[in-house]
């Protein structure tokens, strides 16, 4: 067997895989606004010697203003580098995926874990990174011979 498709992730995608391979990177993002209020009482209190609430918000805001850009440019480089046009072929050995910028030959046995989701296939080479594959880059037979491959 050995079937090839091309195909771009739609940014959907990208979210959904991103949810599965490494949720921390996903939820890290609203830690600040937790932390942020306890850290600002702290600073006020060594730094003014005491605490005007209003001091806490200003820098608060601030910081969560600067937070969210950095995070916002973060995810969109992330989408931006993994949702180029590719192309994969999958045989009963490897998997290999071709990006404009590099290439990828795994044998099936080197993925530590394999995963199907309704709509990808998700190919870990580490704990917390993967290849992401549509299925719907794919016909519907193709689609099950994979999916034979991912399960066993």
């Known amino acids: 067997m050995q079937v090839s498709a091309q195909y771009q992730l739609t940014q959907s995608e990208v979210r959904s895989a ?24 702290a600073i006020g209190f060594q730094v003014l010697g005491r ?30 580098r993994v949702a180029v046009p590719s192309a994969v072929t999958v ?28 709509d990808l296939w998700l190919l870990y080479i580490a704990k917390q990174s993967a290849l992401i594959i549509p299925k719907r880059a794919f016909t519907p037979e193709q689609q099950q011979e994979i999916e034979a491959l991912v399960q066993r």
Do not use: C, N
Not at 31 to 39: F, M, R, T
Not at 63 to 70: C, L
């Open 91 to 118: 045989t009963e050995d490897r998997v290999m995926r071709a990006l404009p910028t590099s290439m990828a030959d795994v044998e099936w046995h080197r993925f530590v874990k394999t995963e199907s989701v309704p």
């Open 18 to 41: 991103y949810w599965r391979i490494a949720p921390f990177r996903q939820t890290w993002p609203y830690l600040p606004a937790l932390a942020l209020p306890v850290g600002d009482i």
């Open 51 to 80: 605490f005007r609430a209003d001091d806490g918000f200003a820098t608060s805001l601030v910081f969560g203003v600067i937070i969210g850009v950095v995070i916002l440019l973060r995810q969109l480089s992330d989408y931006a």
